[in-house]
């Protein structure tokens, strides 16, 4: 999925995450497609998904194992602090920054409860946007621009972030129209 630093490695690329709020709904999108160097593996994987009970949305672009195993740690650190998606964050940036093992992980992550949005990266950051709509992987930048240009002009944040991702998946050639859509009211 995003390009693997061992010269040994197939070469993963793709994946388009996005997230947008609005009118108290929160909207994650991804696309399906897994490619390797100039081959589609897979069109329809699910990059998206719901973690604590279903409150809190998240989605990856990088290698799907490494996502996985993050979202564990994730998990792990939203029970240890009673579900608070920002402290949680932040720890989980902290390891992942310090832990040997945690920092050979390749992913970027999108979690969004009711009340933030957080992308998480290997290098310790926890950023929270500035405007209500945020984007990662190959497709992230096509998505992202989309979204803000439709935002002052569409009223539903999912169909905000169906027209992006589309624009994306036109675009992209790592990124496909096959859709995860996962959706919070805020």
């Known amino acids: 999925m995003t390009g693997a630093s061992n010269s040994t490695s197939p070469g993963w690329h793709g994946t388009t995450i996005l997230a947008v709020r609005k009118n108290h709904k929160l909207v994650m999108l991804s696309d399906g497609q897994v490619s390797m160097g100039q081959t589609v593996m897979k069109g329809n994987a699910r ?16 290698a799907t194992a490494d996502a996985f195993t993050l979202f564990e740690r994730l998990e792990t650190k939203l029970e240890r602090h009673n ?14 920054r310090t832990e040997k093992y945690l920092q050979k992980l390749e992913a970027l992550l999108i979690v969004a409860d009711k009340e ?32 803000r ?20 998946a036109d675009i992209c050639v790592y990124t496909n129209a096959n859709f995860t859509v996962e959706t919070l009211d805020i």
């Open 83 to 96: 579900g608070q998606l920002s402290r949680a964050a932040v720890e989980l940036a902290k390891d992942w």
């Open 116 to 147: 933030v949005t957080l992308v998480l990266t290997g290098a310790g950051d926890v950023l929270e946007p500035e405007y209500n709509v945020v984007a990662v992987g190959s497709g992230g930048n096509y998505a992202l621009s989309a979204a």
């Open 47 to 62: 990059k998206v998904r719901r973690l604590a009970d279903g409150a809190i949305l998240a989605g990856f672009a990088g």
């Open 149 to 168: 240009a439709l935002y002052d002009y569409e009223e539903d944040a999912e169909t905000i972030g169906r027209k992006a991702m589309q624009i994306a």
